[in-house]
């Protein structure tokens, strides 16, 4: 089995044998890493050469990549990456965030004790792994949805929990934004808000959250002001 050149980076194909859910994950590294950029029409064939993989499970993948927002199938045109948010769509995106997760940070201070737990354990582990050197913005992306979706599960609601699982905001902010700068204000950020309902502290919990959410608005629009794509 030989490496394939996918960009400027070396990658040993996936067999046959691998699952959609392996697949799907390469191509959602190719996209947030920017391998392929945004906007971009994604082959199909191009895909299964470069992954070693037949057609079916990237066409599977791409479709479930649909799903998320990240791609988007045109007519008679196939598969290519979603444009980047603009600034509206990210100031609409933070809008509706304040006004439910505050209220499902506040709600879940006032669960169980040995409900939240699994909170502070998240948090706590996704700061040993970027301590160590190991967590790269994609980690810390699914670290930020999980975060957010384990709150707003505590909180019992599971409208809003789709809701907001449905807004795929982690993938397309950090898609967006990321940057090395980002990531320390995150955690601690995270650290507060999980502090807060692990402690049984309601108004904290929310306060914690709005100030999160603030200025994660803020940071992201700010280097977007800085950034010739956007």
Same mark, same amino acid.
């Given at each position: 089995?030989? =490496?394939q050149?996918?960009g =400027?980076r070396?990658?040993?194909?996936?067999?046959?044998?691998?699952?959609?859910p392996?697949?799907?994950?390469?191509?959602?590294?190719?996209? *947030?890493?920017?391998?392929?950029? &945004?906007?971009?029409?994604?082959?199909m064939?191009?895909?299964?050469?470069? #992954? @070693?993989?037949?057609?079916?499970?990237?066409?599977?993948?791409?479709?479930s990549?649909?799903s998320?927002?990240?791609?988007?199938?045109?007519?008679l045109k196939?598969?290519?990456?979603? &444009?980047?948010?603009?600034?509206?769509?990210?100031?609409? *995106?933070f809008?509706?965030?304040?006004l439910?997760?505050?209220?499902?940070?506040?709600?879940?201070?006032r669960?169980?004790?040995?409900?939240?737990?699994? #909170? $502070? $354990?998240?948090v706590?582990?996704?700061?040993?792994?970027?301590?160590d050197?190991?967590?790269?913005?994609?980690?810390?992306?699914?670290?930020?949805?999980?975060? /957010?979706?384990?709150?707003?599960e505590l909180?019992g609601?599971? /409208?809003?929990?789709?809701?907001?699982?449905?807004?795929?905001?982690h993938l397309? #902010?950090?898609?967006?934004?990321? @940057? &090395?700068? *980002?990531a320390? &204000?995150t955690?601690a950020?995270?650290r507060?808000?999980?502090?807060?309902i692990?402690?049984?502290?309601?108004?904290?919990a929310?306060?914690?959250?709005v100030?999160?959410?603030?200025t994660?608005r803020?940071?992201?629009?700010?280097? *977007?002001?800085?950034?010739?794509?956007t």
């Amino acid at each position: 089995m030989t =490496d394939q050149r996918i960009g =400027d980076r070396i990658r040993v194909p996936i067999t046959r044998s691998t699952l959609v859910p392996e697949v799907r994950d390469a191509i959602e590294s190719l996209i *947030m890493d920017g391998v392929i950029p &945004p906007g971009t029409r994604v082959g199909m064939e191009a895909l299964a050469r470069e #992954l @070693g993989t037949s057609p079916t499970p990237i066409r599977e993948a791409l479709a479930s990549l649909e799903s998320a927002g990240l791609v988007v199938k045109e007519s008679l045109k196939g598969y290519s990456t979603t &444009p980047l948010m603009t600034r509206a769509e990210v100031e609409d *995106m933070f809008r509706f965030r304040l006004l439910i997760e505050p209220w499902a940070a506040e709600t879940a201070a006032r669960a169980d004790p040995e409900q939240t737990a699994p #909170l $502070t $354990t998240e948090v706590a582990s996704a700061l040993a792994a970027a301590g160590d050197g190991e967590a790269n913005y994609r980690d810390i992306a699914r670290h930020d949805a999980r975060f /957010h979706d384990m709150i707003t599960e505590l909180a019992g609601s599971d /409208h809003v929990r789709q809701a907001l699982a449905r807004t795929h905001c982690h993938l397309h #902010l950090f898609r967006l934004s990321y @940057g &090395p700068v *980002m990531a320390a &204000p995150t955690f601690a950020e995270h650290r507060r808000i999980a502090e807060s309902i692990a402690e049984g502290r309601p108004d904290l919990a929310k306060a914690a959250m709005v100030d999160h959410l603030t200025t994660a608005r803020d940071r992201i629009l700010k280097s *977007m002001s800085s950034d010739p794509r956007t």
